[in-house]
């Protein structure tokens, strides 16, 4: 496609499910990016993968989020056990992967917004 | 790791030149300075980079100090559409580095 796509872009869930949310990159872009905004709130970076690898996770806010990435493409971030607290659009983004423009620029998914009642 | 600060919130008026600043006094050596902008229920959109000094493009300027320290987003002659948040983001996107965005400033243009 012609941008980073999520889905899905509304989940509804109960509290103590699992939650499983996509991202499909930019075809290309080596580079992949997880974020969470809460409501009013400003970006949390989560994780960010390098091809199929990700460097950091240290971002991650529990051991109940994980994701993984495969083919050097799409992404799946799982919540498990969502709570209440886990609320937001959880946004994805993708770039070339290089160190410097404009290979290092970020192209955002339109995000998946999570609710867990 | 980081840490940016931003002004929460600023108003101006439409033709008005808006300047957006951004403190990261612990930037490291390889870090870059990215601005996005956000429109409500969108994904942020990438506006501008810089590394040092001044960097210019179609749509904005951005002013970075010798030490670094903090980053001026300017924006000429604002128009209502550019009513959005404005995010400073602080990093290296290479590999062991964490990203961190400032928590936004909030631009309201006002005709």
């Known amino acids: 496609g012609a941008g980073v796509s999520q889905s899905p872009s509304n989940k509804v869930t109960e509290k103590g499910k699992d939650v499983e949310l996509r991202c499909d990159p930019i075809?290309?872009?080596?580079?992949l990016y997880w974020y969470r905004q809460r409501l009013g709130q400003g970006l949390e970076f989560l994780i960010y993968?390098?091809?199929?690898?990700?460097?950091?996770k240290s971002g991650l806010p529990s051991d109940r989020f994980s994701a993984e990435r495969t083919g050097e493409s799409v992404s799946t971030l799982t919540i498990q056990r969502t709570q209440q607290e886990d609320s937001a659009v959880y946004l994805c983004?993708?770039?070339?992967?290089?160190?410097?423009?404009?290979?290092?620029?970020?192209?955002f998914g339109p995000g998946t917004r999570l609710t867990v009642l | 790791l980081a840490k940016t600060t931003q002004p929460i919130s600023m108003d101006s008026y439409e033709g008005q030149e808006v300047n957006i600043t951004c403190s990261h006094n612990?930037?490291?050596?390889?870090?870059?300075i990215t601005w996005y902008q956000q429109f409500p229920s969108q994904g942020p959109r990438f506006i501008i980079q810089?590394?040092?000094t001044k960097v210019t493009n179609e749509v904005a300027s951005l002013f970075i100090p010798a030490d670094r320290k903090s980053s001026t987003l300017s924006l000429p002659r604002v128009s209502l559409s550019d009513t959005a948040v404005y995010y400073c983001?602080?990093?290296?996107?290479?590999?062991?580095?964490?990203?961190?965005f400032g928590g936004g400033t909030r631009l309201m243009v006002k005709p």
């Open positions: 075809s290309g872009h080596t580079a």
């Open positions: 993968f390098q091809g199929n690898s990700a460097p950091d």
């Open positions: 983001l602080v990093g290296d996107n290479n590999a062991g580095n964490m990203l961190t």
């Open positions: 612990n930037i490291a050596t390889n870090d870059y």
């Open positions: 810089g590394y040092k």
């Open positions: 983004a993708s770039s070339s992967g290089g160190t410097s423009l404009p290979d290092n620029e970020q192209f």
